[in-house]
Antibody, heavy 121, light 107 residues
Framework: QVQLVQSGAEVKKPGASVKVSCKTS????????VHWVRQAPGQGFEWMGK????????TYAQKFQGRVTMTRDTSTSTVYLEESSLRSEDTAVYYC??????????????WGQGTMVTVSS | SSELTQDPAVSVALGQTVRITCQGD??????ASWSQQKPGQAPMLVIY???NRPSGVPDRFSASSSGNTASLTITGAQAEDEADYYC??????????FGAGTKLTVL
């Protein structure tokens, strides 16, 4: 059974950093890209970027370049999202999602359960 | 980056058919996917590609597309289909874009 299990909720002060984990299981870790997407309270989704677990290469949305780092640990099949210089507007549920890509089709087929990050003084 | 546009809200009578649309430049080159999100839950993929349903998704969900517009159709809507529906696709810059979501109410 394919699963993405994320770390628990975080509360951070403005200016701090947060690191969220996404542990994968049920498939070959290096075969699928993993994306990070966030959803502010009552809002839609915002794509943050993706990581290729095979080589560790990353692509970040322009808005997050310089403030977000995605990494992976192949020994534990886990990807990480670290976001720095947090501000109140970063308060959101953060999701990891697996990218399924085949036959010219691409989509997010499996999502993590989400991690609530609250930024408050 | 490109954007995807959805109607904020749509309603349908129980058992009737409803169509939810999504417009954007990226859809000229890439298929839209559709995900369903219920309150307090993570999104769940319901349609991807030309008209593909993941295992376990009822066949009352279907998709179509024309030009820069993608549509999700629910034929015979059920009470459990009440949710927010989001379209998403990659764009030519290898980024990904989402619609703002359509809140479906089943009356």
């Amino acid at each position: 059974q394919v699963q993405l299990v994320q770390s628990g909720a975080e509360v951070k002060k403005p200016g701090a950093s947060v690191k969220v984990s996404c542990k994968t299981s049920g498939y070959t870790f290096t075969d699928y890209f993993v994306h990070w997407v966030r959803q502010a309270p009552g809002q839609g989704f915002e794509w943050m970027g993706k990581i290729n677990p095979s080589g560790g290469s990353t692509t970040y949305a322009q808005k997050f370049q310089g403030r977000v780092t995605m990494t992976r640990d192949t020994s534990t099949s886990t990807v990480y999202l670290e976001e720095s210089s947090l501000r109140s507007e970063d308060t959101a549920v953060y999701y990891c999602a697996r990218e399924f890509s085949a036959y010219g089709l691409e989509t997010f087929d499996i999502w993590g359960q989400g991690t609530m990050v609250t930024v408050s003084s | 980056s490109s954007e995807l546009t959805q109607d904020p809200a749509v309603s349908v009578a129980l058992g009737q058919t409803v169509r939810i649309t999504c417009q954007g430049d990226s859809l000229i080159s890439y298929y839209a996917s559709w995900s369903q999100q219920k309150p307090g839950q993570a999104p769940m993929l319901v349609i991807y590609g030309r008209n593909n349903r993941p295992s376990g998704v009822p066949d009352r969900f279907s998709a179509s597309s024309s030009g820069n517009t993608a549509s999700l159709t629910i034929t015979g809507a059920q009470a459990e289909d009440e949710a927010d529906y989001y379209c998403h696709s990659r764009d030519r810059n290898d980024y990904w874009v989402f619609g703002a979501g359509t809140k479906l109410t089943v009356l």
